[in-house]
């Protein structure tokens, strides 16, 4: 079976400090792979989508950046965090193909000070 | 364009009381309708899906019926309990490969005793 894994849980960083959290899936090959943000009490905002190795798209503008270095792997990251960055981050794949179901990971707290 | 617009929360019921919560979408083609359910703290999870008008999807208890002519995906319980207790966010598919689903805001459900 597949499965999904977010780590860390929980980070807090200060302002301006650089980002990185990475994202793996098990059990699947070549998914389509996404990353959003959950602000508090509020909804999800895509951020990212992978559809192969190195292929990114970017939904927003904004200071995050993100890699696809192996089929299963997706990394969020920044330079330089800014409070507004604070959030739940949540990674999801889907099979290829239009009509698919889309998984979700656990989630990344992070809180920027 | 595609988009999923849900009823506003919270809704606060109490224990066996019936629930409803509105979902319609608007959307080119035939997409596949989702609800997710999101528990306090955690990821998103998959709680039913359909993929064809008049299909019904259903699980713990839960209900929804794809109903083309009203553009609706009504999410519905007989008899909620506390532990029913989330975020529920409906969705779905574009239908083009490597594409995210499309969420609504989601509806967040308080149950009392």
């Known amino acids: 079976s597949q499965t999904i894994h977010q780590w860390p849980a929980t980070l807090v960083q200060p302002v301006g400090s650089p980002l990185s959290l990475e994202c793996t899936v098990e059990g699947t090959s070549n998914p389509n792979l996404y990353w959003y943000r959950q602000a508090a009490g509020r909804g999800l905002q895509l951020l990212f989508y992978?559809?192969?190795?190195?292929?990114i798209s970017s939904e927003v503008p904004q200071n995050l950046s993100a890699s696809r270095p192996q089929d299963r792997q997706f990394i969020l990251s920044s330079k330089k965090l800014l409070l507004s960055d604070s959030g739940f981050y949540l990674c999801?794949?889907?099979?290829?193909?239009?009509?698919?179901?889309?998984?979700f990971g656990p989630g990344t707290r992070l809180l920027v000070l | 364009g595609n988009s999923v617009t849900q009823m506003e929360g919270p809704v606060t019921l109490s224990e066996e009381a019936f629930l409803t919560i509105n979902c319609t979408y608007t959307a080119t083609g035939y997409p596949s309708l989702f609800w997710y359910v999101q528990y306090p703290g955690e990821g998103l999870q998959l709680l039913l899906k359909a993929t064809k008008a008049d299909d019904k999807g259903s699980n713990k208890g839960f209900e929804a019926t794809y109903r083309k002519e009203t553009t609706s995906f009504h999410l519905e319980k007989g008899s909620v309990q506390v532990s029913d207790s989330a975020v529920y966010f409906c969705?779905?598919?574009?239908?083009?490969?490597?594409?995210?689903?499309?969420f609504g805001k989601g509806t967040t459900l308080s149950v009392s005793s």
């Open positions: 992978s559809v192969g190795i190195g292929q």
């Open positions: 969705a779905l598919t574009k239908g083009q490969a490597g594409t995210a689903l499309i």
């Open positions: 999801a794949w889907r099979p290829p193909g239009g009509r698919e179901t889309q998984y």
